[in-house]
């Protein structure tokens, strides 16, 4: 809840490119699980890890880990252990009859 994102101008700007800003309640820790959750995944099983000389290699790096482990092939308790990836598409699949 940073004040640059409770600011008008961030929300002028959010509502001039016909976006919605999400913010969560003050004090409810549950509004923020997921993004707290992949964040810390992140921070441990990736950046705490590795030493990078350059801000380009460490942006690289945590893209590569995002598309190419985070969402293809780490299993996440929230979906049943299944990958993200296998959920998004089993969504977008469209339903077969019977």
């Not at 690289?60 to 252990?81: M, Q, T």
């Amino acid at each position: 809840r940073g004040s640059v994102y409770t600011s008008a101008d961030f929300r002028a700007l959010v509502a001039r490119l016909g976006m919605r800003s999400s913010m969560g309640r003050t004090g409810v820790c549950w509004d923020n699980a997921m993004a707290e959750s992949f964040f810390s995944a992140l921070k441990n099983e990736r950046v705490y890890r590795t030493v990078y000389a350059t801000k380009t290699q460490a942006r690289r790096d945590v893209i590569r880990y995002i598309e190419g482990f985070y969402n293809s092939r780490r299993r996440h308790s929230a979906l049943d252990y299944r990958r993200p990836n296998e959920v998004h598409y089993a969504y977008q699949q469209p339903a077969t009859a019977a």
